[in-house]
């Protein structure tokens, strides 16, 4: 990961800019560098080196005196950059993201359209001495914008000049009010947000394609995101469950590569569920497997750490988040492992074990929309601030926009769990390869923070319950009107949420839970262990 800022106001000191930028220097620990874009704002960049890994590829990158930083991946730049170098553009790196300032003279906000990558970026246009910004489709990479306070602005009536950009919320705390994602599939340009593409918006269903079509087209798309994402300089690593998800990235990556993949795992130390099911895959697939073994006093010593960095009080996000930060803090300690693969945003597009209670297929479709939509709060949010606290970049195959274009366009009908099995389309479509053992192909899924053990989860509640009183818990709620606490575990996150995000608890929705309007699913627990039918999952 690296992170970036962007304030357009020319009264804003340096050495705020460089406070700012540097709250957020784990995402980029390698080099640090601010520029002056005329007299009229600031460009700043905390790089991470995955591409182009010499001084050469360090940014804000230039041209004609405009300006940009990028955090971002994007794929297949080779064949744009050979484009553009016929149109008479030449370059100093290897960086895949010195493209974006001569494909911005060439097409100007047109090029988001063009682009296949996860990224985020800042542009300052030195034609018309003006900024534009852009976030991916889905969100995978951050982007917060506000507007700067009176004491910060030239003219705080001018949204034009106050607004500010940044990779994270806590680069702008204390400088502007209120802080909001920026929204994904979006770009800004002169004080207007345009949406350039939404994936999860379906005008008309793909019915002509037989389920064989369906599993060969899945199976392809799949394989070539992944492919795509073990493009990189720095040394690549994957992130093992011993799920679905993660075992089919890992599976596909090992078929693909000429040496082991060096894959991570991590459980409770009395009853972590998947460990066993991540050897069972890393043995199948040769790969050098680390397991990363945490106690519950890990869990309770992680828990503020873990909100400070992910800048959330969703309930599911938290829980969810304690794992994976702690085996990406094991892996930036204990290899040189850069890069992770991951296997969020599956369950978004494939559904989840709520989803099998939805009434109908035109339900389904419109939660996956709903959830699409948000993914950039809660699991892609957790993603990227776990693995970027830690120096690491994130990449996410389920989330390459051909995959998600695909499988949304499918009749949500074919995708209902009509077959005893949920995610049948997908574990369908991999039956033949044998990437991976058929006994974990077909498995029953876990939730992440179960599968880890039940009693992180367990160890979490429990701590919560003893930090207030009845009384202590009923008076405290009322303190919150947006997202009001419910349990005593909700209580305590938002309370340290608070004591680093005061008043900005709008940058997230409210909790992820499952949708209370479907017969079912009327729970007051995000956790899917408390749904009927989660069966012989998390076992």
């Known amino acids: 990961m690296c992170s970036i800022i962007g304030f357009c106001d020319r009264r804003l000191p340096f050495d705020v800019v460089q406070d700012a930028l540097a709250k957020t220097i ?103 001495d003006s900024y534009i910004a852009a976030r991916d489709p889905i969100g995978i990479r951050p982007l917060y914008y506000g507007y700067l306070k009176e004491e910060y602005a030239s003219d705080p009536d001018d949204r034009l000049s106050s607004i500010a950009f940044a990779s994270e919320p806590k680069n702008l705390i204390g400088l502007c009010h209120e802080i909001k994602p920026f929204p994904p599939g979006h770009y800004y340009k002169d004080g207007r947000f345009v949406s350039y593409y939404d994936p999860a918006k379906v005008l ?77 895959v890393a043995d199948y697939i040769g790969s050098n497997h680390h397991e990363v073994i945490i106690s519950k006093d890990d869990v309770i010593a992680a828990l503020e750490p873990v909100i400070a960095a992910l800048g959330t009080y969703d309930i599911t996000t938290i829980r969810a988040s304690i794992g994976m930060y702690l085996c990406c ?27 099998d209670f939805a009434p109908d297929a035109v339900a389904f479709q419109k939660e996956a929309e709903k959830r699409i939509h948000e993914l950039h709060m809660y699991d892609v949010l957790r993603a990227d601030r776990c693995i970027s606290v830690n120096s690491l970049e994130a990449r996410v195959p389920f989330g390459d926009l051909s995959f998600v274009d695909y499988v949304m366009h499918l009749d949500p009908e074919k995708k209902l769990n009509h077959y005893q099995k949920g995610k049948y389309l997908l574990r369908h479509a991999f039956d033949e390869d ?68 005061p008043g900005q608890s709008q940058m997230v929705k409210d909790f992820w839970m499952p949708n209370q309007s479907w017969p079912g699913c009327n729970v007051n627990d995000p956790s899917a262990r408390v749904l009927s039918n989660y069966g012989d999952s998390g076992k």
């Not at 060439?106 to 990558?117: I, K, P, Q, S, V």
């Not at 992180?456 to 606490?485: I, R, V």
């Open 434 to 501: 044998k990437l991976i053992p058929d006994s974990i192909l077909w498995r029953e899924k876990a939730a992440f923070s179960d599968a880890v053990g039940h009693s992180l989860k367990d160890d979490l509640c429990e701590y919560a319950e003893g930090m207030y009183s009845d009384e202590e818990f009923t008076a405290k709620c009322k303190n919150y009107t947006h997202a009001a606490p419910f349990t005593k575990e909700s209580l305590l996150y938002r309370e340290i949420f608070e004591k680093y995000y």
């Open 204 to 280: 008309r269903y793909n019915t002509s394609h037989s389920m064989e079509q369906i599993a060969t087209e899945i199976h392809d798309r799949l394989i070539a995101g992944v492919e795509k994402r073990l493009d990189a300089d720095a040394p690549v690593g994957f992130l093992l469950s011993g799920g679905l998800d993660s075992s089919l990235v890992c599976g596909i990556a090992a078929k693909q590569s000429s040496k082991p993949l060096e894959t991570f795992a991590i459980g409770m130390d009395i009853d972590a569920i998947d460990l066993k099911y991540a050897r069972e």
């Open 329 to 355: 803090k094991y892996i930036h300690e204990h290899s040189n492992v850069r890069v992770l693969l991951t296997g969020e945003i599956s369950d978004e597009l494939f559904g989840y074990k709520y989803t």
């Open 26 to 128: 784990s995402r980029g620990p390698d080099a640090t560098r601010i520029i002056n874009n005329n007299n009229n704002g600031f460009l700043g960049f905390n790089r991470l080196a995955i591409m182009g890994l010499n001084d050469a590829g360090m940014q804000p990158f230039t041209l004609d005196g405009s300006s940009v930083v990028c955090n971002g991946e994007i794929y297949g730049f080779r064949k744009i950059k050979d484009d553009l170098i016929t149109k008479g553009y030449t370059f100093k790196s290897e960086s895949d993201c010195e493209i974006l300032l001569p494909m911005y003279k060439e097409y100007g906000t047109e090029m988001f359209r063009m682009l296949d990558a996860e990224y985020a970026l800042i542009i300052y246009d030195a034609d018309t």
